[in-house]
Structure formats: C-alpha cells, structure tokens
C-alpha cells in the first residue's frame, strides 16, 4: 500500500484582485522509504502543496491519504521541517528532541528510549545537555531533524530545510539527513530551489510548472549505486543529465 496518496489537488485563495488558483491536479504517491524532491519556480505553490499534505490547510479540491487514511486536519503521521530548525533557546538538546514528544502527550518509556536510540546513533548524545547556541548550524540543523524521527512520522516534509546554511555545511548536513532517512526508512518529500540538491538527494523528481502549479514530469533518479550518497551523486556522469534536463524544463516558465 502507499504510504502517501495526493488524489486531484485543486487549490484557489482570494487576492485583491480576485480570486487565484496556486495549484492545478495533482496527483502522485509514494512508497515507504521514498525520497522526492519538488522543484518549481519561485511562488508556484511548493509550500502551499506540503502544507495541504501536513493537513496545514484544506485544499479547495481534492483529498490526501496517508496510510490509506484521508487527512481532515494536522496529521500525526508527518512530521514537518522548515528553513529555521526552530529549537528552544532554553532548553539542553536533550530536551528539545523531547519537546514533540511532550506536546503531543507522547513520552512513554519506550518513546523516549527511541529518542535516546537517535541521539547516540546519529552523534548527538554527547552533546545531549548542551544549549542549541552552543552548536554549528549544521548540527542544529541535525538535532531538529532527530526531535522530528522522535515522533516516529511515517512521512517526513522538508521545506528548504537547508537553505539558512551556508555551503559547505550544507553539503555536509545534506549527506547526513540523507544517511539518517534512508537508514529510518523514512518516506520524505523535500521542496527545494537548489537543482543539485534535488538531483543529489531524490529518488523521484516532481517539476512543477509556474502558477498554477501543475506537474510537468516527475523525473526518475537512478544513478545505479545502491550505496549512492547526494555528494557521490554530484560526481556522477549522470549528474549533469539530469541537471540540463531540469534546467530546461524549468526554463520553459520563463
């Protein structure tokens, strides 16, 4: 079964000049342990998609399911990243990759030993009662990826989730959170400016056209190495296939 089913998403706001459709029949879905990247240009509705996805907003057409269950609201299946990593200033690392399990009134036992579990596994439990301004971005950037897994989503949106870093942190975190899903089996869709990134890190690629979005192709990634990393991609022969591929594509909205 899918773990993720978007069925004829259709989404219209009104503006002061009237009424504006952002996203056009969209339709896809996804297996377990999945990776997409969406890219389109800049305002077509990538944000206003993963917001409809996360149950953030009701579409004005359509349906999502996850598990094969419809979203009507904020779904606990999915967890959300965005661009800031958002942590809590006053509270140690530990306690901050416990904060969505306190929320979401979840910290059995076992829960909490998951969480732990993440911490070591990805090398962050020596750093467990430090304070986020005593950490790298890049780490930061970790930490807010590992409080998301606490909460065990099936589904997991990043919205230009590295985008605040700087380049080579960003390279390094990008191959990290790409490690750490993969091995969590973690079904995730990743909305992204940055074409490299997207190539790099995706299994498929959604292409979303100018305003109102809708899907010009989903692009299949195969760089035929079971053991790929986003930077191994990168020196791929078929890195810049891709890359001309999309640009073109993308060139078409201009």
Same mark, same amino acid.
């Given at each position: 079964m ?9 989404e219209k706001?009104q503006?002061?000049n009237?009424?504006i459709?952002a996203?056009?029949n969209i339709s ?11 890219v389109g240009?800049s305002?077509?509705?990538?944000? %206003?998609l993963?917001?409809i996805?996360?149950? $953030? *907003?009701?579409?004005t +057409?359509?349906?999502v399911?996850?598990n094969?269950?419809?979203?009507t609201?904020?779904s ?5 990243m ?9 509270r140690?690392i530990?306690n901050n990759?416990?904060f969505?399990?306190?929320i979401?009134?979840?910290?059995t ?8 579990h993440?911490?070591?596994?990805y090398?962050l ?6 304070y986020p301004?005593?950490l ?10 590992i409080? %998301?897994?606490?909460i065990?989503?099936d589904i $997991? *949106?990043?919205d230009? +989730?590295?985008?605040?870093?700087d380049?080579?942190?960003?390279l390094?975190?990008?191959n990290?959170?790409y ?8 079904t995730t ?8 990134e997207?190539i790099?890190?995706?299994?498929r ?11 010009k192709?989903i692009?299949e990634?195969?760089f035929?190495d079971?053991?790929?990393t986003p930077?191994s ?9 891709y890359?001309d591929?999309?640009?073109k594509e993308?060139g078409?909205?201009?």
């Amino acid at each position: 079964m899918d773990v993720l089913r978007v069925q004829d998403i259709e989404e219209k706001y009104q503006a002061q000049n009237g009424e504006i459709k952002a996203l056009e029949n969209i339709s896809f879905s996804m297996k377990k342990g999945e990776f997409m990247s969406i890219v389109g240009p800049s305002g077509c509705g990538k944000s %206003t998609l993963l917001s409809i996805i996360a149950g $953030l *907003l009701k579409p004005t +057409a359509g349906e999502v399911f996850v598990n094969g269950e419809k979203v009507t609201g904020v779904s606990t299946h999915i967890g959300y990243m965005l661009q800031k990593d958002n942590l809590l200033d006053w509270r140690t690392i530990y306690n901050n990759v416990m904060f969505g399990l306190e929320i979401r009134h979840r910290m059995t036992p076992e829960n909490v030993q998951r969480a732990i579990h993440l911490l070591k596994t990805y090398g962050l439990y020596e750093f467990k009662d430090k304070y986020p301004s005593q950490l790298s971005g890049g780490m930061r950037q970790r930490v807010a990826l590992i409080r %998301t897994l606490a909460i065990n989503p099936d589904i $997991l *949106l990043l919205d230009e +989730a590295f985008s605040a870093l700087d380049y080579q942190t960003r390279l390094n975190v990008t191959n990290d959170v790409y490690r750490i899903l993969k091995q969590e089996q973690v079904t995730t869709i990743m909305v992204t400016h940055d074409i490299p990134e997207s190539i790099s890190m995706g299994d498929r690629i959604m292409v979303l056209s100018a305003r109102p979005a809708t899907i010009k192709e989903i692009l299949e990634i195969d760089f035929e190495d079971k053991d790929r990393t986003p930077l191994s991609c990168r020196n791929s022969p078929k890195f810049g296939k891709y890359f001309d591929h999309i640009w073109k594509e993308l060139g078409m909205n201009e």
